[in-house]
């Protein structure tokens, strides 16, 4: 995945998690008008209107263009997540969202109601910042009752939600403590109740578990969204990890160099990746495209002759050279010779516990992995074995090479 500054916030907007701004330390720091969840009319989602549209929005700091003219709609309910690499312009996006960066051009909607100029404060977002931004002099319950208390909210109604939303992280008993006596893991939850005990139209989080360990994070992955669609409130996150990504999304949204690449469901993105860069680093076949018919193609794979999708190839005449992306967990291992497979042998294998990620060489000379279940290749095949392997027939796509 490529790389550039599309994600800068300029130094005023940077904070440190040990001296939150206040503003942004609980981001929706509205009106009185709204403390309470009987929103006004005006307020609430207008029917049929997305929880979020951004229409033509684009942004840039100075010379570098962060986020290219930009249409994008965030179904109310939806779980929708940003992905891409650094610099890509997710953040930028998300902030743009917040309210925290002006738009250069565009219109951002909100529930259906024009945010565009809107400062942060008054678009009843809820926000969960990578660092948690909790304020170290305050127990976790003034931390997570402090939008309310900005917003006018009476003592006993606060004290209620904030012991109502503990109780949704799973954080009873820790009322009284400061944010140094908890784990990261609880510290986080902190964050997210106070994101949520605002009632939120719109739930943000940037990157919120990647300074958690890999068990912790994937924990609170699980708890996120199951609190989400207990709620039913709209959230737009962002991350660089793909498997987060799958596992959280109802749609993903993947994104480099400052534009959107594709938006799709998880299964959609995963088995048909629109172009190179969002099919990422998987097996890379070197094959020749034989016929074009319809929506499907025909390549061939040395001897083997598979159907992928045809609509990256429309342009390329018979004959030509592609390459067919193929994940590890789709190529099999054969006894070698066996027909129907490419000719391969073992470079190295590598132990992962559940499976085994068989590294080959092809006659070719392209090197691929795939992965094996259990531990049997440990023992049947050594580095230096020749193997056949194995390509399936389907779940195969093919773009022109670079």
Do not use: W
Request: proline content about 7%; glycine content about 10%; hydrophobic content about 40%.
């Amino acid at each position: 995945m490529s790389s550039r500054a599309a994600d800068v916030i300029p130094a005023a907007d940077r904070r440190s998690p040990d001296r939150p701004t206040p503003d942004l330390a609980t981001q929706d720091l509205a009106t009185p008008d709204l403390a309470t969840s009987d929103l006004p009319a005006a307020r609430t989602a207008r029917r049929g209107a997305a929880a979020v549209l951004l229409d033509g929005v684009l942004k840039r700091f100075g010379t570098v263009t962060a986020l290219e003219e930009t249409r994008l709609r965030v179904e109310q309910g939806e779980f929708l997540t940003l992905l891409g690499p650094s610099g890509c312009g997710k953040t930028t996006l998300l902030n743009l969202m917040a309210g925290f960066l002006e738009a250069d051009a565009g219109e951002i909607l909100i529930g259906g109601e024009q945010v565009t100029a809107t400062p942060p404060y008054e678009r009843q977002i809820g926000i969960v910042f990578q660092n948690y931004a909790l304020f170290p002099h305050m127990s976790v319950a003034r931390n997570v009752g402090y939008g309310l208390r900005m917003r006018g909210v009476p003592k006993r109604e606060i004290a209620a939600r904030v012991e109502e939303t503990l109780a949704l992280v799973k954080l009873q008993g820790f009322a009284d403590r400061s944010p140094r006596q908890l784990s990261g893991g609880q510290q986080q939850r902190v964050a997210l109740a106070r994101a949520l005990v605002i009632r939120p139209r719109v739930l943000l989080l940037d990157e919120p578990f990647s300074a958690l360990d890999k068990n912790l994070r994937g924990a609170m992955q699980v708890e996120l969204k199951e609190i989400q669609r207990r709620l039913g409130v709209t959230t737009v996150f962002v991350t660089h990890d793909q498997g987060e990504a799958l596992s959280l999304s109802d749609r993903i949204v993947v994104m480099s160099a400052g534009r959107i690449r594709q938006v799709g469901t998880p299964d959609e993105v995963y088995r048909h990746p629109q172009d190179r860069f969002v099919a990422g680093d998987v097996n890379t076949l070197p094959a020749r495209l034989e016929t074009l018919s319809g929506v499907r193609a025909t390549v061939a794979l040395g001897d083997l002759r598979r159907e992928v999708e045809a609509a990256a190839l429309r342009d390329r005449p018979p004959g030509s050279p592609v390459d067919v992306f193929v994940r590890p967990d789709h190529l099999g291992v054969r006894p070698a010779g066996e027909g129907g497979t490419l000719p391969a042998r073992v470079a190295a294998l590598v132990y992962q516990g559940s499976h085994i990620d068989l590294h080959a060489d092809l006659a070719t000379g392209e090197r691929v992995v795939v992965r094996v279940p259990g531990q049997g290749a440990l023992a049947t095949h050594a580095p230096g074995t020749a193997i056949g392997l194995a390509v399936p027939q389907g779940g195969l796509v093919a773009f022109p090479p670079e």
